[in-house]
């Protein structure tokens, strides 16, 4: 999958909390605070330059955001090359249907929704040509993906964890861990509630953690027993 995260420093509180973070928007004097109002001024501001056709707009669009849905197209597909066309087919989606936008979410929920709808219909067509490909030559088996050296790492042994979650849990795992949004904006992107994306990314980090926390010694030593 070819995970962009700085694991080490991010894992073994990923496994260990659950739900602790606060929200990048909550202000502590209460309601949004002024950073957030700026952002939600300057997304509107963006959305009408995109639906007046003005092309600098579009450039503002792929400057603020392209570098992190290339990281999350990346994540999603696990290959940069197909990262990449997913993200070019994603402002050329945005650009055709822009007009269909009704600001029911933020600008840029809107745009990586799109990217996100995007990335399965490439996840989908992948696999069908993979299907394929196994039916034309069945006598060669798949070799499956293999860690280098006898031991593998935490993050490939995590890579393969995710790749057994359900799309959903493995998708709000990504979206909140790993590319850092808030609850509202996946539950915007994956068209569900906020209370459903915090339930999956709960039950995405309880999967995970009984797939990759060691079998307990007294457990082991009972059964040799």
Not at 29 to 39: C, F, I, R, T
Not at 65 to 84: Q, Y
Not at 96 to 119: E, H, K
Not at 148 to 156: D, F, Q
């Amino acid at each position: 999958m070819g995970l962009a995260l700085p694991w080490k420093a991010r894992i073994s509180s990923t496994l260990r909390e659950r739900g602790t973070r606060v929200e990048p928007s909550e202000h502590i004097g209460g309601g949004p605070s002024p950073a957030a109002v700026d952002a939600t001024s300057e997304d509107a501001a963006l959305a009408a330059a995109c639906r007046s056709g003005d092309l600098r707009a579009y450039e503002r669009l792929h400057a603020m955001h392209g570098a992190r849905m290339k990281n999350l197209a990346r994540n999603v597909l696990g290959s940069p090359a197909d990262a990449e066309d997913a993200v070019q087919e994603t402002f050329l989606k945005v650009q055709r249907s822009i007009a269909s936008f009704r600001g029911q979410s933020s600008f840029a929920t809107w745009t990586y929704r799109i990217l996100i709808n995007t990335c399965y219909d490439a996840r989908r067509s992948r696999m069908r040509k993979k299907e394929v490909a196994n039916d034309d030559s069945e006598e060669s088996p798949r070799r499956e993906p293999r860690a280098p050296g006898a031991h593998p790492t935490l993050r490939m042994a995590l890579e393969r964890a995710l790749g057994k979650l359900t799309r959903h849990q493995r998708d709000v795992f990504l979206l909140y861990e790993v590319e850092g949004f808030r609850h509202a904006e996946i539950a915007g992107m994956l068209e569900m509630t906020e209370t459903a994306s915090k339930n999956t990314l709960f039950q995405a980090k309880k999967n995970l953690r009984q797939m990759l926390e060691p079998p307990r010694a007294g457990l082991g030593e009972a059964q040799t027993r």
